[in-house]
């Protein structure tokens, strides 16, 4: 019996010390700032709630499927012969540019979105089924897909149910396609086929090249575009170009009414419409308010030498 607890007592003692010696370890961690990137991944994990929609089961996550850790073998990404089940882990919806058209919709592997005119808008069906759905692809999902929708609005995603009982996005109320014969980022072989297939932009309208699309003034005079809705997200890149791989770190966001302070600097970012960016934390220093895409923050018009720092809903 004597031995028995003098066992216990030892194990108590061991317990008490690892305790101890893992409360020295915070106390020290809490003296010294963690890298950016694990303090963005922090946040990131904190921010990117999970949506699931009631009709078809679609969980909808902020931020990029890279910044949600999705596996880049399967979703967007996984071979074209891959079964149905695996192609449709992930589906990523981004702002972008589709072959000089900007913002246009495009997905995962940087495919260009297509909307059909024979759809009618919010009418809940589509009109491409059978051999035109082989060469026009329909983009669907399943109960439990991951949807990454960066620089899309929430109010603008929505799905509708198929002939064949799948789940179809739409964006803007239109249903959402792809091009058989686009294989590549950037390709639009399908743009104005029969005078009825078009590149999407993110509220599910034609795309039209960037010097067209109004409000590209990504922070110039300080306002938004005019007519351009408040953000509801925003996604900050670490590097330029909104580089998503690599040593690059991506983050989806709420906008709030109050200042919220991002864990270090970002260098570009894709907000689903106008917010107010800053150079320091706290919504200090110098103040930019933009509507679209910004490639490089430290660059102009913007000109923030260190990145984006902190950001409110314009």
């Given at each position: 019996?004597?031995?028995?607890?003098?066992?216990?007592?030892?194990?108590?003692?061991?317990?008490?010390?690892?305790?101890?010696?893992?409360?020295?370890?915070?106390?020290?961690?809490?003296?010294?700032?963690?890298?950016?990137?694990?303090?963005?991944?922090?946040?990131?994990?904190?921010?990117?709630?999970?949506?699931?929609?009631?009709?078809?089961?679609?969980?909808?996550?902020?931020?990029?499927?890279?910044?949600?850790?999705?596996?880049?073998?399967?979703?967007?990404?996984?071979?074209?012969?891959?079964?149905?089940?695996?192609?449709?882990?992930?589906?990523?919806?981004?702002?972008?540019?589709?072959?000089?058209?900007?913002?246009?919709?495009?997905?995962g592997k940087g495919l260009s979105v297509y909307?059909?005119?024979?759809?009618?808008?919010?009418?809940?069906?589509?009109?491409?089924?059978?051999?035109?759905?082989?060469?026009?692809?329909?983009?669907?999902?399943?109960?439990?897909?991951?949807?990454?929708?960066?620089?899309?609005?929430?109010?603008?995603?929505?799905?509708?149910?198929?002939?064949?009982?799948?789940?179809?996005?739409?964006?803007?109320?239109?249903?959402?396609?792809?091009?058989?014969?686009?294989?590549?980022?950037?390709?639009?072989?399908?743009?104005?086929?029969?005078?009825?297939?078009?590149?999407?932009?993110?509220?599910?309208?034609?795309?039209?090249?960037?010097?067209?699309?109004?409000?590209?003034?990504n922070g110039q005079q300080g306002q938004p575009?005019?007519?351009?809705?408040?953000?509801?997200?925003?996604?900050?890149?670490?590097?330029?170009?909104?580089?998503?791989?690599?040593?690059?770190?991506?983050?989806?966001?709420?906008?709030?009414?109050?200042?919220?302070?991002?864990?270090?600097?970002?260098?570009?970012?894709?907000?689903?419409?106008?917010?107010?960016?800053?150079?320091?934390?706290?919504?200090?220093?110098?103040?930019?308010?933009?509507?679209?895409?910004?490639?490089?923050?430290?660059?102009?018009?913007?000109?923030?030498?260190?990145?984006?720092?902190?950001?409110?809903?314009?």
């Amino acid at each position: 019996m004597r031995r028995k607890q003098v066992g216990i007592v030892a194990a108590l003692l061991a317990i008490g010390v690892v305790t101890l010696t893992a409360c020295g370890q915070g106390a020290t961690q809490s003296g010294s700032a963690a890298p950016a990137q694990e303090q963005a991944q922090v946040e990131n994990a904190a921010d990117n709630a999970v949506e699931t929609d009631a009709t078809s089961g679609v969980d909808l996550l902020r931020g990029t499927a890279n910044s949600n850790k999705a596996d880049q073998n399967t979703g967007d990404r996984a071979p074209e012969n891959a079964p149905v089940e695996t192609r449709q882990k992930w589906v990523e919806l981004r702002a972008g540019n589709a072959g000089g058209l900007e913002p246009a919709v495009v997905n995962g592997k940087g495919l260009s979105v297509y909307w059909f005119s024979d759809d009618p808008v919010n009418g809940g069906v589509s009109n491409c089924n059978g051999d035109c759905a082989k060469t026009w692809p329909p983009i669907t999902v399943t109960k439990g897909t991951r949807l990454f929708f960066p620089g899309i609005r929430r109010e603008n995603i929505n799905f509708i149910k198929r002939q064949d009982g799948q789940f179809q996005v739409t964006i803007g109320g239109r249903p959402a396609y792809l091009f058989n014969k686009d294989k590549k980022a950037g390709d639009i072989l399908g743009q104005n086929v029969g005078g009825k297939w078009f590149v999407m932009n993110p509220e599910g309208k034609r795309a039209v090249p960037k010097a067209e699309a109004p409000g590209q003034n990504n922070g110039q005079q300080g306002q938004p575009a005019p007519g351009a809705k408040p953000a509801s997200s925003v996604t900050f890149f670490q590097g330029k170009n909104q580089k998503d791989f690599g040593d690059s770190f991506a983050v989806g966001v709420k906008v709030e009414k109050t200042c919220q302070d991002l864990r270090g600097g970002f260098l570009s970012l894709n907000p689903d419409g106008a917010v107010k960016i800053w150079s320091e934390p706290g919504c200090k220093g110098k103040s930019a308010v933009v509507s679209d895409a910004v490639n490089d923050a430290s660059a102009a018009p913007v000109g923030f030498p260190e990145g984006v720092k902190s950001y409110i809903a314009a």
